[in-house]
């Protein structure tokens, strides 16, 4: 696909990053199940050593399978370059890693993955970094909670669980004009449904876990560069813009320019932090990958009708579906993500934490998993799993409060899935 030709989504997904095997000319992508590869000599592998030239040296740091998924992604999200790692948890300290040091901290939304929050609030205190929680539905309180020692802002595009829809644009304009990059986690929407670079954003990270492979097999993450942002323009970021040790006072951002923070992920960042994504696990996303339009619409259709059912029933308190006209992120939705807003939403019961219990046991098709985005519709209650660890108060801010479920509306029938939680939430109130 070097012809020059531009091609749309639908062939992209298919096609990009992938060519016949040159050795046996096998039209799906390999998995090329090996830790090491062979240097032609000396000379070459001293080169692919120092970053004078680009190949493989060893499977921590890269792989041919895993090379074409990275490729896919970033062409998908309209990146310059993207590294995958072994999941989305990995892929947000991987995006991190270049950025932060000692004393640093980024400026996140309050809405997001209760791991996530998890992970900012008490985890990366031990790198010495920190986190300040913000709702991004005000943009000016963004900006206000940015100081000196801020290197980041990071935000989901539609946030789990509820759903809650971002206006990335209003906070990529806040990161430019502090000068630092906008991280979007753009899980939840997929580059189907979200484009978070052309609105902005630095860089994209993914769990590839969920809607990219689409079928609960393998865990992975990604983080897509857009190799836009100048990581020279001031010395908050002097492992891209300052010469780097390990390879001999080597200058990322000079010498690589667009590719400086990819290359930067996979030579330091892979190498040290060692989170490597299997070839396996990079083969099944892939071949997930090529169905992705397909899905996600079908996600979207399903997910507004359960949720407007949902609406209507009695027992039901409120449903979070961006996509109904009774949201307050309706317009939001319809301006920033045309396509939809994926089918992640959350709903809360009237008769509260038990009702809530007593739904999730008595459902059939719907599986009790802490997972999203897979072909089957899925059901967590969020408050005494995926957001134990938080408090009331951050349940509450991300959307995870006690009589609240979220709902993964997978590719069945419509039907078929609100017949199921007819019958389950006969069962709850009963």
């Not at 000068?179 to 189907?192: E, F, K, R, V």
């Not at 989170?275 to 997930?288: E, K």
């Not at 939809?340 to 009237?350: E, I, N, Q, V």
Request: glycine share 8%.
């Amino acid at each position: 696909m070097t012809d020059g030709t531009t091609y749309g989504f639908d062939t992209l997904q298919v096609h990009a990053g992938s060519q016949p095997d040159p050795a046996t000319g096998a039209r799906q992508t390999p998995i090329y199940q090996t830790t090491a590869y062979v240097f032609r000599d000396a000379e070459h592998a001293a080169k692919l050593f120092n970053l004078e030239e680009v190949g493989y040296i060893y499977s921590r740091l890269t792989n041919p399978t895993v090379s074409a998924l990275q490729e896919r992604i970033a062409v998908l999200e309209g990146g310059a370059g993207a590294v995958c790692c072994s999941s989305g948890h990995a892929a947000q300290i991987m995006a991190l890693f270049p950025l932060m040091g000692p004393g640093c901290n980024v400026v996140a939304s309050t809405r997001l993955y209760g791991g996530t929050v998890t992970q900012f609030s008490q985890t990366i205190k031990r790198f010495g970094w920190s986190a300040k929680f913000v709702d991004f539905d005000d943009p000016a309180a963004v900006a206000a909670a940015i100081d000196d020692n801020t290197r980041a802002i990071f935000g989901e595009s539609i946030a789990n669980p509820g759903g809650y829809v971002t206006d990335i644009r209003s906070i990529a304009d806040v990161a430019d004009a502090a000068g630092i990059p906008l991280i979007i986690d753009n899980t939840s929407a997929t580059p189907y449904l979200c484009n978070p670079i052309k609105d902005g954003a630095t860089l994209v990270v993914h769990s590839t876990t969920k809607y990219l492979t689409g079928n609960g097999t393998v865990t992975g993450g990604c983080v897509v560069d857009s190799g836009k942002f100048d990581w020279s323009a001031n010395d908050k970021f002097p492992s891209l813009s300052q010469p780097e040790p390990a390879y001999h006072g080597l200058v990322f951002h000079e010498a690589l320019g667009p590719m400086a923070f990819t290359f930067h992920s996979i030579a330091i960042g892979l190498r040290d932090l060692g989170m490597t994504l299997n070839p396996q696990a990079a083969h099944y996303t892939l071949m997930g990958i090529e169905t992705l339009s397909l899905r996600m619409e079908r996600h979207v259709e399903n997910a507004v009708k359960v949720a407007s059912w949902l609406e209507q029933h009695p027992a039901v308190d409120y449903v979070t579906c961006a996509g109904l006209k009774s949201s307050p992120y309706y317009e939001r939705a319809q301006r920033c993500y045309p396509k939809g807003t994926g089918g992640l939403f959350t709903f809360a019961l009237k008769d509260g934490y038990d009702a809530c219990v007593k739904l999730v046991n008595a459902l059939n098709l719907f599986s009790h998993v802490a997972n999203l985005g897979d072909t089957r519709s899925l059901i967590i209650h969020s408050a005494s799993t995926t957001h134990r660890q938080l408090t009331p108060e951050q349940q509450e801010a991300a959307g995870a409060n006690p009589n609240v479920v979220r709902l993964s509306i997978g590719i069945e029938d419509a039907k078929d899935l609100i017949a199921d939680l007819d019958q389950a939430l006969a069962a709850a109130t009963a």
